[in-house]
């Protein structure tokens, strides 16, 4: 009976793990090309927010839908409200002495 040579086995199988590693990294490659393709289209559509404009001057007709605009009158709950107390501690930064 002829002995099997191992080492001829696994040069195969090392060869086929290779090839599956090389298609994985092209597969990925792709995912990646078309998720950047996908992602830069949507920046080119759409509307851009007219309040976030860094080179307009804002005036009173810039504001946004009033069904979107928070009711300044609507009642704040007891548990919400020291959130809207004023601020009136120190600022820990500038709490040391000023020389």
Do not use: W
């Amino acid at each position: 009976m002829a002995k099997k040579n191992k080492r001829a086995k696994q040069g195969s199988s090392s060869t086929g793990t290779i090839a599956a590693l090389i298609a994985g990294g092209v597969a990925v490659a792709a995912g990646l090309v078309a998720l950047a393709r996908r992602s830069r289209g949507s920046r080119e559509g759409g509307s851009s927010a007219a309040d976030l404009a860094l080179g307009k001057p804002h005036g009173p007709g810039d504001r946004a839908n009033p069904d979107f605009r928070p009711d300044p009158t609507a009642p704040v709950p007891a548990d919400r409200r020291d959130a809207m107390a004023p601020a009136t501690l120190p600022n820990p930064i500038n709490a040391g002495p000023v020389v």
